[in-house]
């Protein structure tokens, strides 16, 4: 019994373990080592350079642009797509007329709403960013055209191509696709929030920015930290890279105004033939993912409270 | 909960549950009409966010049936005429049905791969007490917080000597891999809340345990396979980082890689209107899909966040 439980256990786990440690950890593992070589990539011939990378990276202008994108993306997208959901889903859960008998109530049509944001989170990426490079093209675009019909034909900026703006643009998009997500999941945990409690505030004339701040974040701030770790780490990760390489002059142009840190590792590894630096450059955007989440872990961490 | 005792007598003609009325006449009037404010408020947002995310895919719609000339000049008039050819020339000789049926093959195989081998994997991890246990589980889900791009560097030259880069199954082992860190997180914790009593009969009645694994505990683990199952697919079939970078062969393009490409190849040949056909053919089926296991994708997206 014993001898065939254990034969049965390393029978299950080869597979995944095997592929796991193969196509992920061992790619890791050989990144960091990587990161400390001159290897080309192209041929198998490298040697060990210690630190050269590390100290020509801090000389790099590019790779500052990029760490400084990837922060700002870390920093401030969480927060806008975690504001604007959190309003929208306190909206949809408890922004309804009063009704008869019901402290709180949804909107009308809530579930409709809930549809309808979730959209951009089942298509890919890659098709989100090739529509909105269309939406901002100066000259056929969607979104000059309608400045042009409400009579603001004087305003026709040339979004990706103006280096002052096309950051936020790539963020914008960004935005776009993220928001429904966290508004269902938001939703769900607002619906698990006891209907007693905002009973009992609105008795003792609380507003709804009050209940809202006072009630529904505290309740619901385990989901938010989690969504905020996830959305940090998604802004730094593939969904940056995507973006900035479909949508961007260059890509990462016009004048690395736009590039991220994991589209630079890219463009070093595969574009340049340096992916020893690339590791270097993959190693600091890893830094720069640990600190975030170990930072949000701190920063957020309250009282768990039991309801 | 119940406070009946306190309110005195007279309060007890007014509903329990309506707090605003027991306020007095000139207070209640106003909270109403502050509420009516909001009310206009919150729903003029909610409005307002749904046609955000509505009207670009509408537009893509549209566009997709109007020509060349009438995309370029103006982007927001309806279609002269229903331009079907764009459709079909997209389909033939935009090569989009090759993108479609390479990426059903490589999600089909990649999906069934993942559930079966996340599965054994969890099953294993949350039911069996043996050394490394705990040591195998985390490094399954710390694979989730570092960002992959890291790892792809050394991964090209692993496949490339594996001889599997460019291939449609080092795609689906590769796909395999890095999924199993959320599916086997998510399984884990859900085979742990499955009774253990029933295995266990199952066991006394002389089954083995990989019998009792395919016969009792995978068909007791459905809405969580079904969950995860959602999750991957989804993922997996908008993937753009891990093809862009492991798959470069035009044969074996997946969608969204080979409608980018087909973006940037465009340039030369000016097909504007076949570009967008493809677009929106991507697109239908996903939110199609989703439109009708509406209930079953938001779970199963949301329940790994919820946890």
């Known amino acids: 019994m014993q001898h065939g439980k254990y034969r049965f256990i390393v029978g299950f786990l080869i597979v995944p373990l095997a592929l796991y440690a193969i196509f992920v950890i061992w790619p890791f593992v050989q990144s960091i080592f990587y990161s400390f070589t001159n290897w080309s990539g192209l041929s198998p011939n490298f040697s060990v350079t210690g630190l050269d990378n590390y100290q020509r990276m801090i000389h790099d202008s590019t790779f500052w642009a990029s760490f400084r994108h990837s922060v700002i993306y870390v920093l401030v997208l969480p927060l806008i797509v975690l504001a604007i959901a959190l309003f929208l889903a306190f909206m949809l859960n408890v922004g309804g007329r009063r009704k008869r008998g019901a402290a709180v109530s949804g909107v009308q049509g809530a579930p409709f709403y809930k549809i309808v944001y979730f959209f951009p989170q089942v298509l890919s990426i890659a098709i989100v960013a090739l529509l909105f490079q269309f939406l901002y093209n100066p000259e056929s675009g969607a979104l000059n055209a309608f400045l042009s019909a409400v009579g603001l034909d004087s305003v026709q900026p040339e979004w990706l191509g103006d280096p002052s703006l096309a950051l936020w643009c790539v963020m914008a998009v960004l935005v776009w696709s993220q928001v429904g997500f966290f508004v269902v999941l938001f939703s769900a945990g607002m619906a698990s929030i006891p209907k007693d409690f905002y009973e009992a505030a609105l008795l003792d004339g609380a507003s709804r920015a009050t209940t809202f701040f006072r009630i529904t974040l505290p309740l619901l701030w385990d989901t938010v930290q989690s969504g905020w770790v996830y959305m940090g780490i998604l802004s730094l990760g593939a969904e940056s890279f995507a ?46 993912t640990l600190l975030f989440a170990g930072g949000v872990l701190r920063v957020g961490r309250r009282e768990r409270l039991e309801f | 909960m119940k406070t009946t005792d306190t309110p005195p007598p007279p309060a007890e003609t007014v509903p329990p549950r309506m707090p605003s009325a027991a306020a007095t006449p000139t207070a209640a009037t106003r909270d109403k009409k502050t509420g009516g404010v909001l009310n206009v408020f919150s729903h003029g947002m909610l409005v307002v966010w749904a046609v955000l995310v509505v009207a670009p895919l509408l537009w893509a719609v549209m566009t997709s049936f109007k020509d060349d000339h009438g995309i370029l000049t103006s982007p927001w008039s309806l279609p002269n005429h229903l331009h079907f050819e764009n459709w079909s020339r997209a389909w033939s000789q935009a090569h989009m049905s090759d993108y479609f049926l390479n990426t059903v093959i490589v999600v089909a195989c990649s999906l069934f791969g993942t559930l079966l081998l996340g599965s054994m994997a969890a099953y294993v991890l949350a039911r069996f007490e ?44 590769v796909y395999i891999a890095y999924s199993l860190p959320f599916t086997v997180f998510f399984l884990t914790s859900f085979f742990r809340t499955l009774p253990t009593s029933v295995a266990e009969a199952a066991i006394i009645d002389g089954a083995s345990h990989t019998r009792t694994f395919f016969q009792v505990m995978l068909p007791m683990a459905k809405p969580g396979l079904i969950s995860v199952g959602i999750f991957n697919f989804l993922g997996q079939w ?50 199609a899909a989703y439109i009708i296991f509406q209930r079953q994708v938001v779970a199963g997206l949301t329940a790994g966040a919820l946890k």
Not at chain 1, 281 to 287: P, R
Not at chain 2, 132 to 156: C, D, E
Not at chain 2, 257 to 281: C, I, N, P, R
């Open chain 2, 238 to 287: 908008n993937q753009y980082l891990l093809p862009t970078v492991l798959n470069t062969n035009p044969d074996h393009k997946v969608l969204s890689q080979g409608l980018v490409e087909l973006a940037t190849s465009q340039g030369y040949k000016g097909d504007y209107s076949g570009l967008f056909a493809g677009l929106v053919m991507a697109m239908l089926p996903v939110l």
């Open chain 1, 243 to 288: 973006v900035t390489q479909i949508m961007t002059a260059g890509p990462g142009g016009p004048a690395d105004s736009t590039n991220v840190l994991s589209l630079y590792v890219y463009q070093k590894a595969f574009r340049d033939g340096q992916a020893g630096y690339a590791t270097t450059i993959g190693v600091a955007l890893l830094i720069v």
């Open chain 2, 130 to 173: 043996f050394p490394g246990n705990r040591f195998i589980y985390f490094l399954f889900i710390g694979g989730m917080s570092f960002p992959v791009i890291l790892a792809l560097v050394p991964l090209f030259y692993v496949l490339q000597n594996l001889t599997l880069l460019n291939t449609i199954h080092g795609l689906i082992l």
